[in-house]
């Protein structure tokens, strides 16, 4: 194991305070960059705030655990960390812009009960500028326990970055995809003829997406369901029998608020497996590194 105090590129950043449940999330980012035979850079920031509390030791011991457990788990990973006299939520947006992966863990009974407004975990949720993996804390119930495949939720064509990043998730894990597009009839669909029209044009859109998908990808093992529920039951019932959830978020021009749609929201509460989250720029996407610590919610995914 090497440590470096400079910064790599396209790497798996983790964020840490050296309690349980961040070194739970510390083991699967260092999964994540074993996967991706890329560095692991461990980042200790403070003030913490409400996700975390603080702790007694300084940041060099908890950034030397944190190391040495890596090392104990994995000796030729390749590890840097990083302790930085800054608002943690901020430092991981920061890092995550040319981060592979960033991950972040959460805490409560429960697990994503801990994730309550205002915490780190939260924030880096709907600031994140690239790829987030939410774990987490402990195990849930599943009820047929199957981690091999990757569920990823499309809503539309936009989404279809997230879809990408399910199947490259998929091969590094040697599983399959589950896609799952959900959706619901609008306040336009009155007549028996504009809810034919509409599942007609739903199914449609998602067999455009694995259409595209079994092209480029022909060799994975891809599995699709289009249904008329909400779309985040949907995904809460598909994460009971998958190893990880993925989803595009859509992040708005204006930085203010937590830019975080109900389904993902949802999602990050009641999910029983770790939640991947794919940010998804479009013209009105918010400029790289905007935090605000304000409330508020998308009405997008």
């Known amino acids: 194991m090497s440590r470096r105090n400079e910064t790599p590129h396209g790497h798996v950043v983790v964020g840490t305070d050296g309690s349980r449940a961040a070194t739970h ?21 403070w003030p913490w705030g409400g996700a975390y509390e603080p702790l ?6 908890i950034l030397a655990r944190a190391a040495q457990y890596v090392a104990n788990q994995d000796p030729g990973l390749q590890v840097t960390t990083a302790a930085v006299a800054d608002d943690a939520a901020e430092v991981l947006v920061r890092r995550s812009r040319t981060a592979a992966l960033t991950v972040v863990g959460t805490r409560g009974n429960g697990g994503f009960k801990g994730l309550l407004l205002g915490s780190v975990s939260l924030r880096v949720a709907a600031h994140c500028r690239g790829p987030l993996l939410v774990v987490r804390d402990e195990p849930a119930a599943r ?6 495949t990757v569920v990823v939720g499309v809503r539309s064509e936009e989404d279809e970055p997230a879809a990408v990043f399910a199947v490259a998730e998929a091969v590094r894990r040697s599983a399959r995809v589950s896609v799952v597009h959900a959706w619901a009839y609008g306040q336009n669909d009155r007549t028996h003829h504009d809810r034919e029209a509409r599942a007609r044009q739903e199914d449609t859109t998602a067999e455009l997406v694995v259409a595209r998908l079994h092209e480029e990808h022909p060799f994975v093992r891809l599995e699709s369901r289009s249904m008329r529920v909400a779309p985040a039951r949907a995904l809460i019932d598909a994460g009971t029998t998958g190893a990880v959830v993925v989803i595009a978020v859509h992040r708005r021009k204006s930085g203010l608020g937590l830019q975080l749609g109900p389904v993902t929201h949802a999602l990050l509460h009641h999910a029983s497996c770790d939640v991947a989250l794919v940010p998804v720029s479009g013209p009105d996407a918010a400029p790289p590194g905007a935090l605000d610590r304000r409330g508020g919610r998308d009405r997008r995914p």
């Open 25 to 45: 999330a510390l083991d699967r980012a260092a999964g994540e960059a074993h996967r991706r035979q890329v560095p692991l850079e461990i980042v200790h920031a």
């Open 56 to 61: 007694d030791d300084d940041a060099p011991d």
């Open 143 to 148: 009820t047929i326990p199957s981690p091999h």
